[in-house]
């Protein structure tokens, strides 16, 4: 049972603070790797990415959006309550030699936050829709060497979207591979951008999910002529081995 120790309501997202031992059961966390999350009242858990684990205080940050009634009752916690907690689940992302580039957007940043912390030599291009749905920048900050932030109406950062903050990062420093994740079309506009630039990307997939391990087959994603498991084969793929 998680316990709370830190709660935080920004306009975009809710940001919480847990103490959980109990993840070191299964080894460290992995960035990319998620955890299954028990809300009252509701039959499903809510799967959330890792945004950060710190192994010396077994303390786990979780960021989310208040999007439905289970979010809300998790929003809603109190420091001192406990929380129903599995994982963590998944494969996250692999280590790669060289410089990487992060590329989000949205609630699809909270898993790359703990990517950067993990592996650093990292830089990360950012996209909002405006200035007030940022999320985690400061932390982007401390953790990468460098940070470009786009937004649709040009309200923070660069007029444009992760596309173009990566076209930025890309006129001065070269890449051995590329990480994203975020809503879908951007990760087809990273999978597309990657193609032409001939680098390897590695996305990290959002479905809904049920049991987190592979028995339920609600979050099955094409790739190719078959299907792969989100929760149990991802939700980090190689861009080329799923169908976007």
Known sequence: MAIVIHLEHTPSCVKMHLSAPELMEHGTPQPGQFVMVGCEGFSLERPLGIASYDT???????????????????SQRIVG?????RGPFGNGFSGVDGKVLLIGGGLGLPPL???AKTFGN??????????????????FIDACEHV???????SLGL?????AAADKL?????????????????????????????????????????????ACLVCACAAGDTYKRVCKDGPVFLAGDVTL
């Open 148 to 154: 470009v932030v786009a937004t649709d109406d040009g």
């Open 56 to 74: 010396e205080t077994d303390t786990l940050l979780l960021v989310f959006a208040v999007v439905g009634g289970g979010t809300t009752w998790l």
């Open 122 to 139: 990292t830089d990360i291009a950012i996209g909002f829709r405006n200035k007030d749905a940022q999320l985690l920048v400061p932390e």
């Open 159 to 163: 007029h444009g979207n992760a596309i």
């Open 170 to 214: 890309c006129e001065k420093n070269n890449y051995t591979a590329v990480m994203a994740c975020g809503p879908l079309p951007l990760l087809r506009a990273v999978k597309t951008w990657v193609t032409e630039k001939n680098i390897e990307c590695y996305v990290s997939l959002e479905e809904h999910m049920a049991c987190g391990v592979g």
């Open 113 to 115: 936050l703990y990517t």
């Open 81 to 85: 309550d406990t929380i129903k907690l």
